[in-house]
């Protein structure tokens, strides 16, 4: 009993360290992204960051990585959809798994909602709990369905970070968006789908990244 107490204690030290690192390197990098977080953003960042840790070891969120990794990879480079967000923006995040990019901009701007499309069922029930321990499910909907599922109003913009079979699955993307601004994370075989398509965009090079953009492709106004 002794031992399991010990490695319970071991267990919770770990993630302290773990968040305590996770916000240094927030705060450290975040400059380098042209953001500035206040202090309680940066703690429910923290707060998530825990959950995913948590999680991890049976959904496989996220890949394995050290808490700065994390911070620049998935929180700092989730937060570049915010300049793109007008005010009062509702999106829709199309396979959400960990709840990357949306969970991040939703802690950073309150007049944010979301609709969080995951057709994983273990996951879909992980963001249910999770928006609900972090204190934003007022401002989310979690729907546990195949994207071309989903009744595709109610929202202005899609992004899109980590879908399975991401350029095979981008026309279905694209004509379900209906005129959608899309915001859509990937690399340049990401850009070369979006010309196969004829679809007119615009990029942003991740800042500490050499080959993860940010594509932008404007909302259509027949939409």
């Given at each position: 009993m002794l031992e399991r107490n010990d490695g319970a204690v071991a267990a919770s030290r770990t993630l302290i360290e773990m968040r305590n690192d996770l916000a240094n390197a927030i705060k450290a990098n975040q400059q380098a992204f042209n953001i500035?977080?206040?202090?309680?953003?940066?703690?429910?960042?923290?707060?998530?960051?825990?959950?995913?840790?948590?999680?991890?070891?049976?959904?496989?969120?996220?890949?394995?990585?050290?808490?700065?990794?994390?911070?620049?990879?998935?929180?700092?480079?989730?937060?570049t959809l915010l300049e793109h967000l007008p005010q009062g923006t509702r999106f829709a995040d199309v396979g959400a798994g960990a709840g990357l990019p949306s969970i991040p901009c939703l802690f950073a701007r309150a007049d944010l909602s979301a609709v969080l499309i995951e057709s994983k069922v273990k996951k879909a029930e992980y963001l249910r709990e999770a928006v609900k321990v972090l204190g934003i499910s007022e401002r989310v909907k979690i729907e546990g369905h195949q994207f071309e599922e989903v009744r595709s109003s109610g929202f202005s913009v899609v992004t899109c970070r980590a879908l399975d079979r991401f350029t095979e699955k981008l026309p279905k993307l694209a004509k379900w968006s209906k005129g959608c601004g899309l915001l859509l994370f990937g690399g340049p075989t990401l850009a070369e789908a979006l010309e196969r398509q004829k679809i007119q965009?615009?990029?942003?090079?991740?800042?500490?990244?050499?080959?993860?953009?940010?594509?932008?492709v404007k909302a259509r106004s027949s939409r």
């Open positions: 500035e977080l206040a202090d309680d953003v940066i703690e429910k960042l923290a707060d998530f960051f825990a959950i995913i840790q948590e999680n991890n070891p049976l959904l496989h969120l996220v890949a394995p990585m050290t808490a700065e990794e994390f911070a620049v990879r998935h929180i700092l480079e989730s937060l965009f615009s990029d942003k090079l991740m800042p500490m990244s050499e080959r993860r953009y940010l594509y932008i």
